[in-house]
């Protein structure tokens, strides 16, 4: 069978939420800025990423995941990035999951 | 395109409260990548003994809101920043999101920062170093259960048994052995997904420097994602993994979402 060799996608907001939240060095020093000693990872980021779900289940994500990349781009959105609807949904589930 | 940076004391607020430190790169000179940090902030390099902190200056205290969108615009932002400096460097250490050194005792932030530069240096270094060459893929596998539960209910002896006993069965007792061919399957399915779990990480890890399993996310109609694996690539060895799922991808049933190439976030 010929085969395509497989795509490469473009990390959705959703694939960097993960990453730049939750991933990264922490660095555990006193000049670091910490509310009672815990550090600010993603505190009350996740309060407000929690409300996105609503969005999520009615679509409004996947433009808005677009808008976002062409706006901080400040250009157009690359080729073979167009979010298909099936992955908007696999976008809208995968954040409600979270 | 790139912007020449003044050294980052001279000429600079020393009295800054904040360092927003996005990244580490190798030898950063006196040149940033032509990008702006999060909401517009100018971003420029702190450098100290072969080693450049990319941070914008900030007032002393977290980024911090309830507005989703305001918030993604800033994770937005915050990788588009670690993504330049990825280009312009080629290997690059990313910090984690609301990483802000403080000035204080009469230091400022950024004295603050090229301290820290001086005292991780070895440390830094060394990461440094493990990941030239290397970048970042997610893989997520997903299974269509469907096809995959058709495949267990033939493959598997005690389904086909249970299946031909209630051939034999009046239709009264059907609803009985329905729920229990049902648990049967439900069973069959988590042994297989077991399994294939097991198989596809064995097969990733092969081409791959470092694996890390994510938590797997909810799915969608019919289709399960069955594995969501962060993978440190070197990038010579990309093909190998190109072809390995590939062969995952044409197996009936079994589908993969590859995203990258990304900065190495959850190698560090």
Redesign the interface.
Known sequence: MAMEPMARHRATLVDLLDRVLDHGVIINADIIITLAGVPLVGINLRAALAGMDTMTKYGVMSDWDERIRAEESGSEVLPGHQLTAQHAVSLATATTAR | METQVQSPIEGRDTKTT?CY?YC?VPYAYEVCPDVTGIEGCRVYAIVHRGLGAIVHDCA???Y??????????W??????V?EAAWERWGTV??????????G?DERS?VE??R??LDVEHEWLRA?LSSLTGKV???IQVFWDTETIARTVAVTNSEVRKLQEEIESKPRGLAYMYRQKLENLLRKGLEARAAEEFKDLYARISRCTANVRA?KV?????G?QMLVNL?CLVCQDRFPDL??E??QV??TEGFS???????PP??F?
């Open positions: 904040g430190v580490v002393a205290q977290p911090r809101s309830e507005d989703a969108h305001l918030v993604a615009s994770v937005m932002a915050h990788h588009r670690v250490l990313p910090l984690t999101f609301n990483t802000i050194v403080k204080a932030a603050n920062t301290m820290w990461r970042e893929y997610g994510e996310k909810n799915g969608e109609l289709r962060s190109q072809a799922l590939d991808n044409n993969v979402r590859l995203v990258g190439p990304l976030y959850s560090c």
